[in-house]
């Protein structure tokens, strides 16, 4: 978080290659100078680093091929970006703007913002949740600090078996009912739960409390 800046470093000394400044602009056009970098991912596809800028809302796209003459693609989205994760294709990354109640989705194909998600109070991914929901096709699943929901969304697939869910993209396609305070959510390729965690509920019974298993079509879902 502090100070307001990235550093790139020699991956196995971590000696400081380059220092670079996250002060700027806010997505409303005011200046902030302590804007801090909430997370950085990488491109699975190019040398590229995907920086969610935290108060600005800015979310850099930074190719690292030549860090002498840095190449930076700045979107802008939604302020106070958090944290985030991939979709299934390792195509898009889904962030959360946990203060506005969004969810920004950058495509790093096209180098764009491909959405901006309306969601329940303050989201809070973690790395989400990746599945195939048997209405819904691929979805990409995200808790909430401040909602008793966990938040379904659909994301696009390549795939053609999955051309029949288009219509549904980058919508909430469902919220499955939990209890405030989420911070994470999980799941596995091989398993038929989705777990998701009350570690910021202030209901002593319910933290640590056995978890509860709620079904919808085919699919069982796990939260605690």
Do not use: C
Request: without cysteine; hydrophobic residues 35%.
């Amino acid at each position: 978080y502090w100070p307001p800046q990235y550093v790139i470093m020699e991956g196995d000394t971590l000696k400081p290659l380059k220092v670079v400044s996250t002060r700027g602009m806010t997505v409303d056009g005011e200046y902030h100078p302590e804007p801090r970098v909430a997370s950085i991912v990488a491109s699975f596809t190019k040398p590229e680093w995907v920086i969610n800028i935290k108060e600005t809302g800015q979310i850099l796209l930074v190719d690292y091929s030549d860090i002498q003459n840095l190449k930076t693609t700045t979107i802008g989205s939604a302020k106070f970006l958090h944290d985030g994760g991939w979709d299934a294709s390792k195509r898009y990354f889904l962030v959360a703007a946990n203060a506005s109640n969004k969810i920004a989705a950058v495509d790093t194909k096209t180098g764009k913002l491909a959405a901006l998600v309306d969601t329940a109070k303050i989201p809070h991914p973690g790395r989400g949740a990746n599945f195939v929901h048997p209405k819904f096709g691929p979805v990409w699943a995200t808790g909430h600090l401040g909602a008793d929901v966990v938040t379904l969304i659909s994301t696009p697939s390549e795939e053609k078996k999955n051309a029949k869910f288009k219509e549904y993209n980058w919508k909430v396609v469902q919220e499955v009912k939990h209890v405030p305070g989420n911070l994470f959510v999980k799941t596995h390729p091989k398993s038929k739960h989705l777990w998701a965690d009350s570690a910021q509920n202030p209901d002593k019974d319910i933290i640590g409390s056995p978890g509860t298993e709620l079904e919808f079509t085919g699919r069982r879902f796990t939260t605690s």
